[in-house]
């Protein structure tokens, strides 16, 4: 494996970014405008959680995901609530440049490490790590273990 971030990143671009989580869950990974990746799961009408408050303003009846559920909206009959990696901590600018722009440009390649994104080694926080589309898959699977069975 290449410690080019940027290479890494265009890699977990390629990985699945839907399923079905084992409770029979639909879920999805986006990498959105900024460069970080974000989690879904959706819950079809008549799921016992789909007439809730929005989960964005109120408190969840179970596990929350990672930093909270940031995004929830009904839309054909589905109820589709995320999460994001934008957050205090989560890795989403180095030395002033946002993750899309090393994503978009050739010229960060071999500038920034994997190893030091992963481990907390950039920015002016300490601890401040890149969420990979291992760790948001992550977070999906318990997540959907916490909702229970669809």
Known sequence: ?????????LDEDTKPMSGITEEGYDWEIIR???GFL??????KEGH????????????CPFKQPHCGVTFDQIENNQRRLGFDTG???DLTIIDSVRLNKI?????YDNKYSVNKA???NYGDIPGTTYKNYDFVLNEIVKWSESIGKN
């Open 87 to 89: 957050h205090w901590k």
């Open 103 to 107: 994503i978009e440009d050739p010229n």
């Open 32 to 34: 959105n405008s900024m």
């Open 1 to 9: 494996m290449t410690d080019c971030l940027r290479a890494y990143i």
């Open 48 to 59: 016992k959680y789909y007439d809730e408050p929005d989960f964005t303003k109120s408190k």
């Open 38 to 43: 974000c989690g879904y799961i959706i819950l």
């Open 118 to 120: 992963l481990n907390g």
